[in-house]
């Protein structure tokens, strides 16, 4: 893989750095955030590793306009201290596809990077998708609901994506988790934050929720 570490805090850095290196990847270091995204948007990297905290930049901003203004999909593991549930949401909704709380152990790391890759790679739906009034294009990732575009972080689409494949099926969380994250999750707090913002998404004040959670099993959409 060719990773960018985009990191200010140089022990980490380097450690990070010296582990993958080792590991036959290519690696390439920003130590601020306006490197780090001249970088991300010049270069066709694998994978992205993002501090939030970073001089002249934040993690969250970089994430953004590498979404929203460079229109890139590269992969993004958020590293950082912040441990709140709120730090989670806000990295998620800038458009990272996952996130590991400092300290880390770095053999988390790489296996993290490999399944978001993996998981980058494998889509092989090309078919619009239709429930209810819902509508996905995979081919552009556009999102339609009601008429309205949805603007989605990029795990979102692929759950929604999911979902939508089977329209009430129940997806166990280790299901989704694994087709998503590429691994069933020690936790279960990224799976539902992933689903807090896709129901936040696609919240309509005159229709109920069309993400239905099954109790004990996991998750199905409802056509409405």
Same mark, same amino acid.
């Given at each position: ?16 750095? $010296?582990? *993958? +290196? &080792?590991?036959? %990847?290519?690696? =390439? ?7 780090? !995204? ?48 709120? $730090?989670? *949401? +806000? &990295?998620?909704? %800038?458009?990272? =596809? ?7 152990? !770095? ?70 988790e694994t087709a998503v994250w590429g ?16 129901r936040r998404a696609l919240a309509r004040?005159d229709r109920p929720d069309p993400i ?13």
């Amino acid at each position: 893989m060719r990773i960018l570490i985009i990191e200010d805090d140089v022990d980490i850095a380097s450690n990070v750095y $010296d582990y *993958l +290196a &080792g590991r036959a %990847h290519t690696v =390439d270091h920003a130590a601020d955030g306006v490197t780090g !995204l001249h970088l991300a948007v010049t270069h066709p990297y694998d994978a992205i590793l993002l501090d939030i905290a970073l001089p002249g930049m934040n993690g969250f901003e970089v994430c953004r306009k590498l979404r929203v203004d460079a229109k890139r999909d590269t992969p993004v593991l958020m590293l950082t201290a912040r441990d709140t549930l709120e $730090d989670k *949401l +806000a &990295g998620f909704e %800038h458009g990272a =596809d996952d996130y590991l709380v400092k300290p880390f152990a !770095l053999r988390e790391v790489e296996a993290r990077l490999h399944a978001l890759t993996k998981r980058h790679h494998g889509r092989v739906t090309d078919r619009v998708l239709t429930v209810g009034d819902l509508t996905f294009d995979p081919s552009t990732l556009g999102i339609s609901h009601g008429g309205a575009p949805v603007k989605l972080p990029p795990k979102c689409v692929r759950l929604l994506e999911l979902l939508m494949q089977r329209p009430g099926h129940v997806y166990a969380r280790a299901e989704l988790e694994t087709a998503v994250w590429g691994e069933a999750l020690e936790s279960g707090e990224t799976l539902r934050s992933h689903m807090h913002l896709l129901r936040r998404a696609l919240a309509r004040p005159d229709r109920p929720d069309p993400i239905e959670t099954v109790h004990g099993l996991g998750y199905r959409l409802v056509a409405q």
